[in-house]
């Protein structure tokens, strides 16, 4: 099980970037794009980290939407924008359904939060109905590599074969899986950390998360020197020192080292995603 920060935090936090989420949401959008075309929702849908919501007028099966999200700021914007949806304040490891109540399970990007994903897809067994759909994107370890190739500190994710070792249980049957890529590019550096950092989640030199606009150290998201906030929330061990940013030059020698890393499209950030499509057997 991993160590994970206190939901109060990861709830304070995406609730501070609810407002500004959607412009920093490149990887989210893409990964719900791929999610979607392997799914027909019907009935009651339960999307789980809703965040500010995703449309799903296409899917006329649909008769309800319930959106969960750790984070009331989140819940705020979902209703904003369908206020038709219920909103459900929770946690993926501990849902506040009743069992068997639930005909669509839909969570893009973010059950990675959960300090014990396996938990967290017994809790989606539950309160699934037999024979209902589930589909699911989670980040999976080799994630970020270009900022672990930077010196920046990120933490560790699941394997993709521990998440599927949750759905080898009698609940489950598994209509298909499968580990891709995501990449999104950026005009520079600081645009790349803040689309980390403007979804609720950050990555850290030393005890630096990112940079302010001038270059100089962001004040409001620092973390101690042995534990950093990555983009699944969880701490992540430090296996060897790693410089600190001390000030503009540092910043700006950090911003020479990824511009050797640039493509015809901007700064790469590589995400590995997976997506899970299964059904619930009949008990």
Known sequence: MKEA????????????????????????????????????PIGRLLDIGCGPGTDFSAAPGLN?????????????????????????????????????SIDTL?????????????TAIGELARVLKPGGQCHLSIVVDGS?????ALGLR???FEQAQTV??????????????????????????????????GVGASAAMGST????????????????????????GTKGSVSKPLPRLRGRQDWLALCERAEAMRQPEGLPLTYQILFIHASRRAS
């Open 144 to 148: 970020l590599s270009e900022l672990d």
């Open 209 to 232: 998360v990112s940079q302010g606009s001038d270059g100089n150290q962001d004040s409001d998201a620092s973390h101690g020197p042995d534990e950093t906030l990555g983009s699944n």
């Open 106 to 118: 839909y969570s893009n990007l973010a059950l990675q939060w959960c300090s014990d994903v396996k």
């Open 164 to 197: 599927l070792d949750g759905f080898c249980d009698s609940h489950w049957q598994i209509e298909h899986q499968s580990v891709e890529p995501l990449r999104v590019h950026f005009d520079n550096l600081k645009t790349m950390l803040y689309s980390i950092k």
């Open 5 to 40: 920060i206190g939901a109060d935090k990861i709830a304070r936090q995406f609730s501070l970037a609810a407002k500004h989420y959607q412009e920093h949401d490149k990887v989210q959008r893409l990964s719900a794009q791929r999610l979607r075309t392997k799914m027909t």
């Open 64 to 100: 309800e939407v319930l959106g969960l999200d750790i984070a009331p700021g989140m819940l705020s914007q979902m209703l904003e924008s369908f206020p038709s949806y219920k909103a459900l304040c929770g946690d993926a490891q501990a849902l506040p359904l009743v069992d068997a």
């Open 154 to 156: 990120v933490n560790n």
